[in-house]
């Protein structure tokens, strides 16, 4: 297929990239454009030549499915080469998005010209990697490396009007973007002068060393010794100390390692896995969703504020119902307290916070839910409350509308069954704060309409979620394998550890917080209530609870908090209470090094994936990191628990779960057939991916 399109206007020759979805740099692209480009150059009816493309994106990047695998030539520094050398010149024509690769593209390029809604970036960091095709060379030579620095550190992409700002664009054009490239290559044509950007190094004063420096040891303190941060450091320095040929050549080979570090190879397998789940089993494109311009959510308490809030954000108007004014008052009280820390952050101006507050209303009584296209319930947690809710909803929500509960664990088919519209019922589980977290579960249970699931799929996404569909279930898929980790930080405990030492290997792991630490914030007395309800007990736990340490909120719980402190300190009367637990239950403390504390806390999760996903309650192992990503903080450069299983070898969690089996006599810690199965063949979580999808 022909990647590259030829058309001319005049003299000039119009090169239009056409690489569906988004133009990605693949072999097949790179060797059409150095080849279209090597042409124009040599034909003599041509003076000039523009690179456009056709589609949603200028270029979304290199083809990140092809890192890791053999290069084939020629490689994108090698096609830019071309390009900036060209002796004719090169003007890019930017519309949608420039990323990556696309930009190097364009930086490569000796005249920009972008559509006002084009945006611009380099976010290679994101992807644990740096830019690879001169991007840490050519930005900082073109606007300084003081201005190209956060760009290449940040990872978020520019708009138009700031790329014309910086000097990164030559002209924002409203019109024929095509058109407005052509007089400029036309006008560089005639003039018989360009400028390569390799060779602009005007803007690497010394003054802008000192900013670029001082911005380096800022991100140095903050990233630790994160691989790419070091790299990115490291190669926009040799801006300023190499010529650009041996920067250029330098770049390639930092990139070339960070591509073979296993950071990157995780956060690129994040990337894939994020855009797997927009691919539901069952559900293909010709199921379309049902529209949604207005919502209606039940609950005016902290988790169904933020979800107004999510919807006002998104420009759909949402109605806040509550059984009393009081409770709405609280409510829009606090959703306005919320918005209002965002302007003073500067986050959000103050025109869009008046916007998005008009959006949401609020109302006493369920019949304000009658024109809703959506009705998401966050009541309080209890079947009884839910079935009520939803009895009286049946009569009054407008046929079609999509009736969603935010249960957190309870049954959806229970709470369907009392409608006559079972079909339309569904989970729809945001994660606290419902206006920060990325993360919805949307819970498919057996009745519901497949364009039900679509639309919330759909709306998801228009919410800036990442929604993943689950089936049914105690708990879904997140909260299900948390139960595990927090069995398991009881049991580590009792075993022996201590609240600090769990939550510093946790912490050293990667996640922000430790399980503890985390109890202590959401309030221990949730999962004592809950405990209570299911008639389970935790001994630790629940002796904490009856002393009152219900966590940051009581100032005390498994760390302590004085005068509202918000890191926890170890106290003394926590860990007498631990060690008399152990002497009750019989068991001999004895010390854990921080990778048995991981390893004890992970595999049992890892254990539960397996079973929800021979219950078909995940459709693939990247579902499930995708939720643990997304809504628990997983770090992302690990790439989620099912694939750190997979690096850890399955065979080693097999291994260490039927040890802790029989240690604990806790039949639930023997490996699920799943696991076992895949250790027998050989195989790794990984290979379900195409199963499944
Ligand atoms: N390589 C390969 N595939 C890519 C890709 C890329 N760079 N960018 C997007 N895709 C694929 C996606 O996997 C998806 O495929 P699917 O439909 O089969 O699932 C499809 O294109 C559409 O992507 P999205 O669903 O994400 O579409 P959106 O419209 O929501 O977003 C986007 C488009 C903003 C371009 C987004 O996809 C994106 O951010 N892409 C990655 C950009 C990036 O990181 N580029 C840098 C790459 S590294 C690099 O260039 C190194 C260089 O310095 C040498």
Redesign the pocket.
């Known amino acids: 297929m022909q990647t590259v399109r030829l058309a001319h206007r005049g003299r000039i020759a119009i090169l239009t990239i056409d690489n569906p979805?988004?133009n990605?740099l693949s072999a097949a692209l790179r060797a059409d454009l150095a080849r279209a480009v090597g042409d124009a150059v040599a034909n003599p009816a041509i003076d000039a030549i523009v690179i456009a493309a056709s589609g949603?994106?200028f270029i979304?990047?290199?083809?990140?499915?092809e890192f890791g695998k053999p290069p084939v030539a020629p490689i994108?520094p090698e096609v830019l080469d071309v390009i900036e050398n060209a002796a004719k010149p090169v003007v890019a024509a930017i519309h949608g998005?420039a990323?990556?690769?696309g930009l190097?593209v364009a930086l490569a390029c000796h005249g920009r010209v972008a559509s006002p809604g084009a945006k611009l970036g380099l976010?290679?960091i994101?992807?644990g990697?740096i830019?690879?095709?001169g991007?840490t060379q050519r930005l900082p030579r073109l606007i300084g490396a003081a201005k190209a620095f956060p760009i290449m550190l940040g990872g978020e992409p520019i708009s138009a009007g700031k790329a014309l700002e910086l000097g990164l664009v030559d002209e924002v054009v409203s019109g024929d973007l095509v058109e407005a490239a052509v007089t400029l290559a036309s006008g560089l044509a005639a003039k018989g002068a360009w400028e390569r950007t390799g060779e602009r190094a005007v803007r690497l004063t010394q003054v802008d060393r000192e900013a670029f420096e001082a911005q380096a040891m800022n991100a140095a303190a903050k990233s630790g010794d994160l691989p790419n941060v070091k790299a990115l450091i490291a190669s926009v320095r040799n801006a300023f100390d190499l010529d650009f040929a041996q920067a250029l050549v330098a770049e390639r080979a930092l990139?070339t390692a960070l591509v073979a570090d296993d950071r990157s190879k995780a956060l690129r397998y994040v990337?894939?896995a994020e855009?797997?789940v927009?691919r539901v089993p069952g559900i293909g494109p010709e199921v379309k969703p049902r529209p949604i311009e207005s919502a209606a959510v039940i609950g005016a308490g902290t988790m169904g504020g933020g979800i107004a809030m999510c919807f006002a954000n998104a420009g759909i108007p949402v109605t806040l119902i509550e059984t009393e004014q009081a409770q709405i008052d609280n409510g829009m009280n606090r959703v306005a307290a919320i918005y209002e820390m965002s302007v003073t952050r500067g986050s959000l101006t103050p025109e869009l916070r008046d916007r998005r507050m008009a959006l949401i209303s609020g109302a006493v009584g369920l019949t304000a839910a009658a024109n809703a296209d959506i009705v998401v319930e966050a009541a309080f947690e209890e079947m009884g409350v839910k079935l009520q809710i939803f009895g009286a909803l049946d009569g009054i929500a407008k046929p079609g509308a999509i009736l969603a509960s935010n249960t957190s664990y309870l049954d959806i088919p229970t709470i369907a069954a009392v409608t006559k519209r079972p079909q339309d019922v569904i989970g729809m589980h945001f994660f606290s704060p419902a206006n920060v977290m990325k993360l919805l579960e949307v819970v498919r249970p057996a009745g519901a309409a497949p364009d039900a699931i679509a639309t919330a799929v759909t709306l998801g996404r228009t919410l800036g979620k990442v929604a993943v569909v689950v089936g049914n279930c105690f708990g879904f898929v997140g909260n299900r394998m948390l139960a595990q980790r927090t069995r398991a930080a009881e049991r580590l405990l009792i075993a022996g550890a201590l609240p600090h030492e769990v939550d510093a290997a946790v912490t050293d792991f990667g996640f922000k917080m430790g399980p503890f630490a985390m109890s202590d914030l959401a309030g221990n007395d949730i999962g004592w209530r809950t405990r209570k309800a299911l008639g389970r007990k935790a001994a630790v736990a629940d002796a904490l609870c009856e002393a009152g340490r219900f966590g940051q909120k009581t100032g005390k719980g498994y760390f302590l908090y004085p005068e509202g402190a918000r890191t926890g300190q170890r106290d003394p009367e926590v860990e007498t209470l631990i060690a008399h637990v152990s002497a009750q239950k019989g068991v001999t403390r004895r010390s854990f090094t921080a990778e048995e504390i991981v390893s004890r806390l992970m595999d049992p999760m890892v254990n539960e994936g397996a079973r929800i996903l021979e219950e078909g309650i995940a459709a693939r192992p990247g579902d499930i990191d995708v939720i643990w990503l997304n809504g628990y903080s997983w770090p992302a450069w690990r790439g989620g628990p099912m694939y750190w299983a997979d690096a850890v070898g399955l065979d080693v969690i097999v291994r260490r779960l039927e040890a802790q089996a029989t240690e604990t006599g806790d039949v639930s810690l023997q490996p699920a057939p799943l696991l076992r199965k895949l250790v027998a063949e050989g195989k790794s979580f990984s290979s379900l991916k195409d199963a499944a999808a």
């Open positions: 979805p988004v990605a949603r994106a979304a990047g290199a083809d990140i499915s994108l998005v990323l990556g690769g190097e976010p290679e994101k992807l990697l830019p690879g095709a991007g990139f990337f894939f855009r797997d927009a």
